[in-house]
Nanobody, 126 residues
Framework: QVQLVESGGGLVQAGGSLRLSCSAS???????MGWFRQAPGKEREFVAA????????NVADSVKGRFTISRDNANNTVYLQMNSLKPEDTALYYC????????????????????WGQGTQVTVSS
């Protein structure tokens, strides 16, 4: 079993930056990871994903050029660096882990992930 704990959320002004962290415990994490977000009244949406080695990453078009995903397997942690934040980035951000790994490409859909954190709130004021 894998437990995921997100941190780093908060309130920031538009144009600011935050770095989210997702720490995994329970067993060594060596599989694909992702970040999703859900705003009030909206469905959960894909934000970013990274394969097991960190060699493949993808981000949603809405955050491309602003958000970066990375990982530190030695410390079982995945990061989401968020720059140039906009009010529309306001949401509850979730970390997710898959039981599987890819050697090229990443997973995009929530159904590809098996473990989820509780989420960390990001609020961007205008």
């Amino acid at each position: 079993q894998v437990q995921l704990v997100e941190s780093g959320g908060g309130l920031v002004q538009a144009g600011g930056s935050l770095r989210l962290s997702c720490s995994a415990s329970g067993r060594t994490l060596s599989s694909n990871m992702g970040w999703f977000r859900q705003a009030p009244g909206k469905e959960r949406e894909f934000v970013a994903a990274i394969n097991w080695s960190g060699g493949s990453t993808n981000v949603a078009d809405s955050v491309k050029g602003r958000f970066t995903i990375s990982r530190d397997n030695a410390n079982n942690t995945v990061y989401l660096q968020m720059n140039s934040l906009k009010p529309e980035d306001t949401a509850l951000y979730y970390c997710a882990a898959s039981r599987r790994r890819t050697y090229g490409g990443t997973f995009y859909g929530p159904g590809d992930y098996d473990y989820w954190g509780q989420g960390t709130q990001v609020t961007v004021s205008s």
